[in-house]
């Protein structure tokens, strides 16, 4: 059964002519076109902390350094730590390892947050840095800005300076350039020898966890409360016609999508129903794959199996069939109908069983690979979503297209 939802042996071609398992693309339904995390753009959409789901804005979350400021995690087992109160004063401890921040000797406040960290000793050296090169961007963009005609605005008052605007204007000039005064290199800090480490460091032994959380903290120093770093939720867009695929609803905490085009709302599912025997070189073998129709409209599908170098040889004639959609009432009943051929195996609502037969050779052992095509055509699929986002017009809407995808099925 293990075989059954094994989707990293069936692939599907992107547009940009790199292979994916259909969970992992999208469908721009406004340039028809297959895409993956590498062909398409990622945008941040929000910015939120994971235990308490509190937004920021860009600008809050750097003047945060993308840390929470409420919440904590233990620094021993990285669980959360839950704040208690004392005689009217906050300490907080964690329920898993019992640590508490009374054991990092930290005394208790009468806020539950801004609790101290280990900052960086070099934080204002850096800042120093970070500001000098500001000021050089400007002056480097000064040149650049009275080309663009940034200087015309005032330069007729020049010509008359009656009231002396001039001269306040060159003094309010001189005023804003930014003096540079150059910065001076830190003298080298020698690194200290291994007899001096080892005469330093302490009993205690900590792992790789608790030196990634806080690396500035040495080792015969206590830990402190870690705090809980944003995460961002991701938006997706089409690289070619910069239109949204996938985004979420408003609100951190919901899992509903406000625009949603993943490739399998609109390209047929194909699975390995059974797994496949083991391959004899000359004798026929039979792959049994299942096609769904998981979009809102009936489907039109035609699989022509491909043949050529690094793929086995399909015996199968181009495959017709007809799938109802998904939230069609009318189901087809179960089991194997009369007028249905040796291939298909059965037929259940808007899923379809297919027997194909290989005849491997020498050199498919390898590596068996199964090359299909697919050529489909949905009725109304494309004009019901641009009659519900209304960003279509009816001759865009692709009702009579016929879309191509490729597929490639690993049988080994």
């Not at 992992?24 to 235990?51: G, T």
Request: charged share 30%; with cysteine.
């Amino acid at each position: 059964m293990s075989a059954l939802l094994q989707y990293n042996k069936i692939k599907y071609e992107c547009s940009c002519g790199k292979w994916r398992t259909l969970p992992d693309l999208f469908f721009c339904r406004h340039c028809f076109k297959i895409k993956c995390d590498d062909c398409s753009c990622r945008e941040i959409d929000a910015i939120f902390c994971p235990r308490c789901l509190d937004t920021s804005s860009p600008p809050e979350a750097r003047l945060k350094k993308h840390k929470c400021t409420s919440c904590n995690d233990c620094p021993n087992c990285a669980n959360v730590l839950s704040a208690r109160v004392e005689n009217e004063k906050y300490y907080l401890h964690c329920h898993h390892c019992r640590w508490s921040t009374r054991d990092a000797k930290q005394d208790d406040r009468e806020s539950n947050k801004s609790w101290p960290t280990k900052e960086n000793p070099v934080t204002n050296h850096l800042n120093e840095v970070t500001a000098y090169m500001k000021r050089m961007e400007v002056i480097e963009n000064a040149p650049k800005d009275l080309k663009k005609g940034k200087g015309k605005a005032w330069s007729a008052i020049h010509l008359k300076d009656k009231f002396g605007v001039q001269q306040m204007v060159e003094k309010r000039r001189k005023a804003m350039v930014p003096e540079m005064n150059p910065l001076k290199a830190h003298d080298p800090t020698e690194a200290p020898t291994l007899e001096e480490e080892i005469e330093n460091r302490s009993n205690v032994l900590r792992s790789l966890d608790q030196i990634i959380m806080q690396p500035l903290t040495n080792s015969n120093e206590l830990l402190l409360p870690v705090k809980v770093p944003l995460q961002g939720r991701v938006m997706v867009r089409c690289d070619e016609c910069e239109r949204t695929l996938v985004k979420r609803d408003f609100g951190v905490a919901t899992y509903k999508f406000k625009i949603s085009s993943f490739a399998r709302e609109f390209i047929p599912d194909i699975r390995m129903s059974r797994p496949v025997k083991e391959l004899k070189i000359g004798e026929t073998a039979h792959v049994f794959l299942s096609v769904t129709n998981l979009s809102s409209s009936p489907l039109e599908l035609t699989i022509t199996p491909q043949s050529g170098e690094g793929t086995i040889k399909c015996s199968n004639e181009p495959i017709q069939l007809n799938l109802p959609s998904s939230k069609s009432i009318d189901s087809a009943a179960g089991g194997v109908h009369a007028e249905q051929s040796d291939v298909i195996v059965f037929r259940q609502h808007n899923r379809v069983g297919l027997r194909l037969d290989v005849v491997p050779t020498e050199s498919d052992l390898t590596s068996p690979i199964l090359d299909l095509l697919l050529n489909y055509k949905q009725d109304g699929s494309f004009s019901i979503l641009a009659a519900s986002e209304k960003v279509l017009k009816p001759e865009e809407s692709g009702v009579d297209r016929i879309l191509p995808a490729h597929l490639r099925i690993s049988l080994s």
